[in-house]
T-cell receptor
Framework: DAKTTQPPSMDCAEGRAANLPCNHS???????VYWYRQIHSQGPQYIIH???NNETNEMASLIITEDRKSSTLILPHATLRDTAVYYC?????????????FGKGTHLIIQP | GAGVSQTPSNKVTEKGKYVELRCDPISGHTALYWYRQSLGQGPEFLIYFQGTGAADDSGLPNDRFFAVRPEGSVSTLKIQRTERGDSAVYLCASSPTPWAGVGNEQFFGPGTRLTVL
């Protein structure tokens, strides 16, 4: 699976949009971009994933650049409960899939 | 419905002892994963099961670690001759299938915090 690079930490004001960047310049054509988050003392929680097109669900939006070398996770109206470590993960589709490869992620702190 | 559950939530043991950690996946999920998370790090993959068989155990650090899933549901991670370096949070996850793509997120349990004294 391709390697990802994320800033170690970010701050965002409550009520504002939080934009979390991820670089995955070596991504292959069959690899998806996944985002998970981990709130303190809990297991990771799936947020969203995508292949080429931008995606939106009830939690967030995922914007993938046209060359697929980077992406941005957007939390449109951040709340204090969004304080967590956010992991960007690249994972291949198809047979022989293994576990997720987590990096250190971005520690997002929502400020009141 | 019920999520992934793990027992115990905390386990304290002494160096050299044997421990078993249990994972109850979401009913009907065929894929089950074990991860280990050390302080300040992201989870590290250990092993994954497709049904009853271990499809990939490449993440197990050494032969002191072993996992089973005899009936394709509950799984047990077993650690022999524990060492202080085994102290970590052990996470279990399940998914409907092991493949990436639509509808295949992994659902994580709350983890078991293992402390080896």
């Amino acid at each position: 699976d391709a390697k990802t690079t994320q800033p170690p930490s970010m701050d965002c004001a409550e009520g504002r949009a939080a934009n979390l960047p991820c670089n995955h310049s070596t991504i292959s054509g069959n690899e998806y971009v996944y985002w998970y988050r981990q709130i303190h003392s809990q297991g990771p929680q799936y947020i969203i994933h995508g292949l080429k097109n931008n995606e939106t669900n009830e939690m967030a939006s995922l914007i993938i650049t046209e060359d697929r070398k980077s992406s941005t996770l957007i939390l449109p109206h951040a709340t204090l409960r969004d304080t967590a470590v956010y992991y960007c993960i690249v994972r291949a589709s198809g047979g022989g899939a293994d576990g997720l490869t987590f990096g250190k992620g971005t520690h997002l702190i929502i400020q009141p | 419905g019920a999520g992934v559950s793990q027992t115990p939530s905390n386990k304290v043991t002494e160096k050299g002892k044997y421990v078993e950690l249990r994972c109850d996946p979401i009913s009907g999920h065929t894929a089950l994963y074990w991860y280990r998370q050390s302080l300040g790090q992201g989870p590290e993959f250990l092993i994954y099961f497709q049904g009853t068989g271990a499809a990939d155990d490449s993440g197990l650090p050494n032969d002191r670690f072993f996992a089973v899933r005899p009936e394709g549901s509950v799984s047990t991670l077993k650690i022999q001759r524990t060492e202080r370096g085994d102290s970590a949070v052990y996470l279990c996850a399940s998914s409907p299938t092991p493949w990436a793509g639509v509808g295949n997120e992994q659902f994580f349990g709350p983890g078991t915090r293992l402390t080896v004294l």
